[in-house]
């Protein structure tokens, strides 16, 4: 390929959302359904799942409406006033639970396969640091005044 049709088709991908690029809804679906799935019925991720409802149908749509939203496609889970990190602040979220969570994100983006690989990686790389940032941070010990 040219120099010139390099940078026209680098163009049209910088002009296009995360959405697009990784497949849009039908993908995001599949992966959210896919780590659903997985945080069923694989016990890597028992700690995780026993922190869920029974029912992990809501989960499903809430989870994919929210990154639809995050990833430049619609909005419409944002336009109920949800917001994901202050949902998740008061939770007591250990380390373990954090990376039974990106793991299994990482793997259900892996199984799924957007064919946008740079895309799809980028997104397992993010959610992995946020998850990993709903960690509560231990309150430093205050040194003694005396
Ligand atoms: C770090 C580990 C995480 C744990 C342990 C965790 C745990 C939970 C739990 C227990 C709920 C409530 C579920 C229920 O009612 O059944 C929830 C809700 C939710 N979580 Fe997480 N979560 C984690 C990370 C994340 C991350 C990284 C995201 C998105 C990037 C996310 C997105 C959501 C969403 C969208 C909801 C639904 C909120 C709603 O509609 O009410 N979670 N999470």
Redesign the pocket.
Known sequence: MSDEADQIEGEQVARKTPYERLGGREVILAITNRFYDLMESDPAYAK?RA???ADLG??RE??AG?LTGWSGGPRDWFASG?C?MS??RG?P?ARE??DQ?AAAMARAIADVAPADRVMADAMAGV?EE??GS?VPVEAPVEASAD
């Open positions: 995780l922190m869920h409802a809501p989960m809430s989870l929210f949800k994901m949902m998740h939770m979220i639970t954090a969570w959610l946020i998850a709903m």
